[in-house]
């Protein structure tokens, strides 16, 4: 069957950090992968996706590689800043799969 | 173009009251989905639905019904509610094809007491 699992947090860092958010998934045929992120208060928006293997989703300083081989697809950031602060969940939608998998989001705290 | 509304944002009902969350869509997407996300938790998917007329269940069907008789239009409703049910709602729209994401409405913050 189709599903996602991501470290489940919560992160803390302080500004300027390196962020690594692991996410694995498990797939039939060829799924797009997708970064969603929540801030406080409020719903959720795509950050970043990949609809290919090898694709890089890129966004607000984010990024993420859509590897097969790993079936992985890690979130990434080089210098996280305050405002990055909120709940990142990892996503997949399989082809012929009316439904959206999510995984159980991690909380990122940005400290000053 | 608002994208997907949600109403209303908040809403305080006793137990064993009724009530309908209204979910509407300007981006005449097929998809419409029904999430609930408890305090510190992920989303579990309550219903969907693929195109008017056609609505499935999730994985936390039960205290809640859906009907989809336009594109717009996704309705959830709430039938005697209990405490379990607090919690904020969120309704998401997608378009056919699994390349594409979903867009989500700000939510409902529903308390049961």
New interface residues.
Partial sequence: GNSVTQMEGPVTLSEEAFLTINCTYTATGYPSLFWYVQYPGEGLQLLLKATKADDKGSNKGFEATYRKETTSFHLEKGSVQVSDSAVYFCALSAPSYDKVIFGPGTSLSVIP | NAGVTQTPKFRILKIGQSMTLQCTQDMNHN?M?WYRQDP????K?IY?S?GAGIT?K?EVPNGYNVSRSTTEDFPLRLELAAPSQTSVY?C?T?RWG??????????TRLTVT
């Fill in positions: 998809y989905y510190g938790m992920g989303l998917l969907y693929v499935d999730g969120f998401a997608k699994n390349v594409y994401e979903q867009y989500f409405g700000p939510g």
